[in-house]
């Protein structure tokens, strides 16, 4: 079974820019997650989405942060614009529902220089 | 609000050693409890589980770790380390059924010494 994709593994980019990340769930998957990882610390859920509906994005600046999965599948994360506080591993996690464990990808190493 | 606290940032074991990585937790009602290890470039991988049931819970790789409600800690065990177990480990905590959102700690990094 084909675990949960994501691309690109590192980005670059210069503050202020904008950048987006694309994330594949493991198929079958209803429930998709994007975390946030800062060098030191644990996993911070962004947002949750159940099939293409958002559960919760309590955690997620919507100011410059944007996320949507269409029809109930991949999922893209954007930042615009980006600041350097915004430097760390984004996380994409997949479970058959919101009750299961999780499964992550490889992550995204963003650098905002 | 729930939280997760990973008291030690590193634990060295020796080899063929038992080894020990804490996790205490705060939610409001029942929790289900998870640890994760990271590998370095690498994402988080499932361990084990509690949800409910017997309080020792057995996963991958052979760890195991025990659910105490009093201490309300569930810390992560094996019997003899590997070198290969050096990682990153990682408790999660969410405050069960309808809850969905998944509190990790900071981490623990496991060295086990040849």
Known sequence: EAGVAQSPRYKIIEKRQSVAFWCNPISGHATLYWYQQILGQGPKLLIQFQNNGVVDDSQLPKD???A?????????LKIQPAKLEDSAVYLCASSPSGIHEQYFGPGTRLTVT | AQSVAQPEDQ?????GNPLTVKC???VSGNPYLFWYVQYPNRGLQFLLKYITGDNLVKGSYGFEAEFNKSQTSFHLKKP???VSDSALYFCAVR???GSYQLTFG?????S???
């Open chain 2, 95 to 97: 405050a069960g059924a």
């Open chain 2, 80 to 82: 003899s380390a590997l």
């Open chain 2, 11 to 15: 634990v060295n074991v020796a080899e």
């Open chain 2, 112 to 114: 086990v010494i040849p």
């Open chain 1, 68 to 76: 949507e999965r269409l029809k109930g599948v991949d999922s893209t």
């Open chain 2, 106 to 110: 900071k981490g623990t990094k496991l």
């Open chain 2, 24 to 26: 205490t937790y705060s």
């Open chain 1, 64 to 66: 410059r942060f944007s």
